[in-house]
């Protein structure tokens, strides 16, 4: 199949395949605290970060996860807060633990339960934790426009798998050939390591 052109004054951004998902591109791991705790811009210095500033790096949105190290009996059991900025509006969106012992990562979503996308993110709140033996780490996932656009269009760098949802949360998953533009207006492009077949190659995003 012949995919339209893209148009050359369209914005775009490319992502290799170690970018498309970063388990602690916001935040290398830190130890759990038994007081309620905060993390701040200043100490968002990932890799996926503009470092210090809350900003994702290339100037595009992306869902946050939170990893929790394993260990017996380390976490609380409740809510953790994201606050976050989507199109200049603030938001908040949480996760939680499933259980005390860790071993997993968790998605940011709403209260509807879609995974958020966020411009920019303002803080993210911790209650107290059962002890101080775990560790967290924070970081990136699925891909999106700043401010609430759609990718116009994504071109994957070598053969393999396009996923993408849109506004409402459908998605599709899409073969492609090496440098095969596919023009759909995603809202983002799914690189979500719990889907079962996320975004799996580098990968151009157009838009504007």
Sequence with gaps: MTYPAINASKSSHSFAVAELFDVDG????????????????????GAAMVSGTGRF?????RTVTLTLAAQV?????????????????????AVTPPDADGGVTLRFADASGRIV?????????????????????????????????????????????LTVEYPGGHQDTIPLGANALRVIGPERIVTNQSHATPTNVGVTGYWG
């Design 26 to 45: 916001i935040k290398t791991a830190f130890a759990t605290s038994t007081s309620a705790s905060q993390v701040l811009p200043a100490a968002m210095t």
């Design 117 to 161: 996308l966020a411009d920019e993110l303002v803080s993210v709140d911790f209650p107290e934790q059962d002890d101080t033996d775990g560790s967290f780490q924070l970081g990136v996932e699925d891909i999106g426009p700043k401010g609430g656009d759609r990718w116009h269009a994504c071109e994957l760098h070598a053969a393999g798998n």
């Design 73 to 93: 009996g380390a976490y609380a059991t409740d809510p953790i807060t994201l606050t976050y900025k989507r199109n200049g509006t603030t938001y908040t969106a």
């Design 57 to 61: 790096a290339k100037s595009v949105a």
